[in-house]
């Protein structure tokens, strides 16, 4: 059974940096690309960003390009999610996922099979 688990969420204040992490159990992590998401509230659940299985190849919405970074250590089976220059904007619900295994990165919520069940991130201006 896989399990995802989000750690790392808070309470900071806009420029603030906080670092997400997704410990994943139960699957052979090397063999899946993984995304996170999030929600704020009243809105749809959005890509944020993603790292492939295979080559380790990043992908960002553009509303957190050169912000964020997302990596990954497969000998922790783990992934994280840094992200600087914080803004209110940025507050939601953040949720890690894994699609099929050996599957490219997706970027809507449909092409994930597993999911956690999200780290609050709370922006203050």
């Known amino acids: 059974q896989v399990q995802l688990v989000e750690s790392g969420g808070g309470l900071v204040q806009a420029g603030d940096s906080l670092r997400l992490s997704c410990a994943a159990s139960?699957?052979?992590?090397?063999?899946?690309?993984m995304g996170w998401f999030r929600q704020a509230p009243g809105k749809e659940r959005e890509f944020v960003a993603g790292?492939?299985?295979?080559?380790?190849?990043?992908y960002y919405a553009d509303s957190v390009k050169a912000r964020f970074t997302i990596s990954r250590d497969n000998a922790k089976n783990t992934v994280y999610l840094q992200m600087n220059s914080l803004k209110p904007e940025d507050t939601a619900v953040y949720y890690c996922?894994?699609?099929?295994?050996?599957?490219?990165?997706?970027?809507?919520?449909?092409?994930?099979?597993?999911w956690g069940q999200g780290t609050q991130v709370t922006v203050s201006s």
């Open positions: 790292i492939s299985w295979s080559r380790g190849t990043t």
């Open positions: 996922a894994a699609p099929s295994p050996y599957r490219g990165v997706q970027t809507t919520p449909l092409g994930y099979n597993s």
């Open positions: 139960g699957l052979p992590f090397s063999r899946y690309s």
